[in-house]
Nanobody, 129 residues
Framework: QVQLVESGGGSVQAGGSLTLSCARSRSTFNLYSLYVMGWFRQAPGKEREFVAAITWGDHNPYYKESVKGRFTISRDDAAPTVTLQMNSLKPEDTAVYYC???????????????????WGQGTQVTVSS
């Protein structure tokens, strides 16, 4: 059951930028009860991997090492939405990007997909060289 909706994927040349957004899809789903929202990605033939996350209470961001300095995760409490701004994109960033949300506080397991309870359907990001 999809409870998060991503938007903003597309195709771009290397060095370009894209902005992904994630919002809840159902009013019964209380986004404010969550501790962490994040983004994962899955490239063809590879496992899904952690990209970035942000905590709901103190706004702490966390990033995969290879996207630090290029990607920025942020959230809008009023909407509520979570945004992933992706700059200086590289062909290796090509993947389906998934929004995810966790009811657990940030911890050592939070970079693993098993820590997340809600997922979106994914949005394709393609970076050409």
């Amino acid at each position: 059951q999809v409870q998060l909706v991503e938007s903003g994927g597309g195709s771009v040349q290397a060095g370009g930028s894209l902005t992904l957004s994630c919002a809840r899809s159902r009013s019964t789903f209380n986004l404010y009860s969550l501790y962490v929202m994040g983004w994962f990605r899955q490239a063809p033939g590879k496992e899904r991997e952690f990209v970035a996350a942000i905590t709901w209470g103190d706004h702490n961001p966390y990033y995969k090492e290879s996207v630090k300095g290029r990607f920025t995760i942020s959230r809008d409490d009023a909407a509520p939405t979570v945004t992933l701004q992706m700059n200086s994109l590289k062909p290796e960033d090509t993947a389906v990007y998934y929004c995810a949300a966790s009811r657990n506080p940030w911890g050592r397991s939070s970079r693993g997909e098993a820590a997340y309870h809600y997922w979106g359907q994914g949005t394709q990001v393609t970076v050409s060289s």
